[in-house]
């Protein structure tokens, strides 16, 4: 039992549920949202978000990639290099905050619907703002394995974001003004005491910031680390909120809504097991790196199975919306799941591809990746939404999802032998299962019916290929 005692398996079980909290928001108060939010406001909402989400990709120039994997380098000062990046991070938001705050009338007079940046828009610049304070923060906190601080804090903004949203939603009935002003108060509330708290951190011992000669040259170490990265995040950002933007030039907000409930759905998959798998990501580069390739086809192969059983429960859930909602709108949502399902499956197995790449340093090869398939979802999208509507939307994200799959699976894996493409049969069995249940309910099997069969059928035959690959706890042990 040693194995569940060591500091490195509880760290990774903690940063596991850490990973999970945004999206144990995201479900918890789905039903919520479905409710008493209606199709258009969610849209509206989802408007709002696209802002919040380019300043992410900008705000810190992703400081926070350097601040978790060369703080643990050879010869490093900690405490200087961690005054750097935090206190670094700090002026760039700031710097940000201040930039997007100008241009926000701007970019909202893009939009063609009545989309205003005062006082939800600034709201949502705000929350995303305080949010990228504290991850910077948390960066350190996991590298020096501070779970009790980890945990106490992020429960915390999680119980403040559900009480705060349940208040202002179902008693105040702010609709969607009570989910961004929720999201603010949790972010207002905890930020400023985990800045307190950990206020030397920024500082250091000594003089502060950026008047200490050896705190600059680290924050350019840094940031030399750090930029090569925010074109592919940047590329990863646009492709996630450019299907939004486009098809708001072409479809009413109501269908803007119910396209960011689907697609809220079909993301917890790769959400949901990337947060897992990140959270042992240091071992299985070190098992990359020593070229234990049985070792990893056995994590990789529980990757695959974790995401399809995940797909299956978002098919059962997804196929009986109206078990949260009455509203017809939220129901309609329920024709495009089998069809979204199989789309972007291919997006959401990029994670070890990816892993590879970096190992080997080839960070421009996913970024050039990332190029092509942003350009061929971006040229589907605005040549096929104004034809087929939403569908239109589904296909691009298809189209744009394998491309990359293929791109970075033949650049990751090019020395591999082809059975490893044949280890990837449960793949096929799920893409047959989700087209089996497009065509069963196009000849008038219920939703329900259909989903319930399908997420039976490939539990057991998930079961049925466990039983037949098992794998020891000493096993467990040896490899983590």
């Not at 905050?97 to 926000?104: E, I, N, Q, R, Y």
């Not at 990265?229 to 996630?240: C, D, E, I, S």
């Not at 019916?449 to 466990?466: E, K, P, Q, V």
Request: net charge positive; with cysteine.
């Amino acid at each position: 039992m040693k194995v569940f005692l060591s500091k490195y398996v509880r760290a990774s079980s903690l940063y596991v549920v850490i990973g999970l909290l945004p999206l144990t928001i995201n479900i918890l108060l789905l039903p919520l949202y479905l409710r008493y939010v209606s199709p258009e406001e969610y849209g509206y909402l989802a408007l709002l978000n696209i802002y919040a989400v380019l300043f992410n990709a900008f705000s810190c120039l992703q400081l926070n990639i350097s601040g978790s994997t060369q703080y643990f380098s050879k010869g490093i000062d900690r405490e200087t290099f961690r005054s750097a990046i935090l206190s670094g991070s700090a002026v760039l938001i700031l710097f940000w905050f201040g930039l997007f705050t100008l241009m926000g009338d701007i970019f909202f007079s893009f939009y063609k619907s009545n989309v205003v940046f005062f006082p939800l828009g600034i709201s949502v610049l705000l929350t995303a703002a305080l949010g990228q304070l504290h991850a910077c923060l948390f960066v350190f906190l996991k590298n020096e394995y501070r779970l009790k601080e980890l945990a106490v804090y992020s429960i915390g903004i999680l119980s403040i974001s559900i009480i705060s949203q349940l208040f202002l939603i179902s008693y105040i009935d702010l609709s969607v003004a009570g989910i961004v002003y929720g999201g603010l108060a949790a972010k207002a509330l905890v930020t400023p005491l985990i800045l307190f708290n950990y206020r030397k951190w920024f500082f250091g011992h000594g003089r502060a910031g950026f008047f200490n000669k050896k705190v600059r040259s680290y924050l350019r170490k840094g940031l030399g680390f750090s930029l090569p990265f925010l074109p592919t995040v940047l590329l990863f950002q646009a492709q996630k909120v450019g299907d939004r933007m486009i098809l708001e030039r072409f479809l009413p907000l109501e269908i803007i809504g119910q396209y960011t409930v689907l697609i809220t759905l079909l993301g917890l998959p790769s959400l949901i097991i990337n947060a897992v798998f990140n959270a042992i990501r240091p071992r299985i580069l070190e098992l990359l790196e020593d070229k234990r390739d049985n070792l990893i086809n056995q994590v990789e192969f529980f990757y695959v199975l974790g995401i399809i059983f995940i797909y299956l429960c978002t098919i059962l859930v997804g196929s009986n919306l109206q078990w949260f909602t009455d509203n017809p709108k939220y129901i309609e949502i329920k024709q495009y799941l089998n069809l979204g399902v199989i789309v972007s499956l291919p997006a959401s197995l990029l994670y070890f591809n990816h892993l590879r790449l970096m190992q080997r340093v080839q960070n421009k090869l996913i970024a050039f990746f990332a190029l092509y398939s942003f350009v061929l979802q971006l040229a589907l999208l605005l040549f096929l939404v104004p034809l087929f509507g939403i569908t239109a939307a589904f296909y691009a994200m298809g189209a744009a999802g394998s491309l990359t799959y293929f791109l970075n699976l033949y650049a990751a894996n090019r020395n591999r032998s082809w059975e490893y493409l044949a280890r990837q049969t449960p793949l096929l069995v799920f893409l047959i299962l989700a087209l089996f249940g497009m065509m069963s309910t196009s000849v008038g099997v219920t939703p329900t019916m259909s989903s319930i069969s399908i997420c039976l059928a490939g539990t057991l035959y998930i079961l049925l290929i466990l039983r037949k690959r098992r794998i020891t706890l000493k096993e467990l042990y040896h490899l983590f």
